[in-house]
């Protein structure tokens, strides 16, 4: 009896969570290790990219996102150059990750910014991919300039929503 009830348990347990309902994700840049980001060109690459990502993996360690979730970014910052347009991107940079899994195949784009205004607003992404080991979010362009992008809080709070 005792057997058939653990039996019962797991497959109840293994069930829920293959049906289990997307989780959404929040970022504020703001809580970024990295208050200033320096965007540079890319020494692997034709376009320019931040020198070092903005890394939110502490927040995630114990409930990190998988395919199907979504990821909010709120971002709010200022730029030290206008800047035409810049793109951010949810991806994996760690090593295992060989620098570059797009943990969302979705690159969503600041257009027209101007040196010294506040720049603020949402961005939503769909996981199509399990990190291996990081959640970052890449600042990146095309244009030849070197930028600095001073992160600001947004107003929400960084986790699991």
Do not use: C, R
């Amino acid at each position: 009896m005792k057997k058939l009830f653990l039996v019962t348990l797991i497959s109840a347990v293994l069930t829920a969570a293959v049906f289990a309902e997307p989780k959404t994700y929040v970022i504020d840049l703001g809580d970024s290790n990295i208050k200033t980001i320096e965007v540079k060109k890319n020494p692997y690459g034709d376009n320019y990219q931040n020198v070092a990502p903005a890394v939110f993996t502490n927040y995630f360690k114990n409930s990190m996102p998988v395919p199907g979730d979504t990821i909010e970014v709120h971002y709010k910052f200022t730029s030290d150059v206008d800047i035409p347009g810049l793109t951010l991107a949810v991806i994996d940079n760690s090593p295992k990750a060989n620098y570059w899994l797009e943990i969302s195949s979705q690159y969503q784009t600041i257009s027209d910014i101007t040196a010294g205004e506040v720049v603020e607003g949402v961005f939503v992404y769909k996981v199509n991919a399990k990190p291996l080991v990081d959640v970052t979010v890449q600042f990146l362009y095309n244009d030849k300039i070197d930028s600095k992008l001073k992160l600001q809080k947004a107003g929400v709070k960084t986790g699991k929503k």
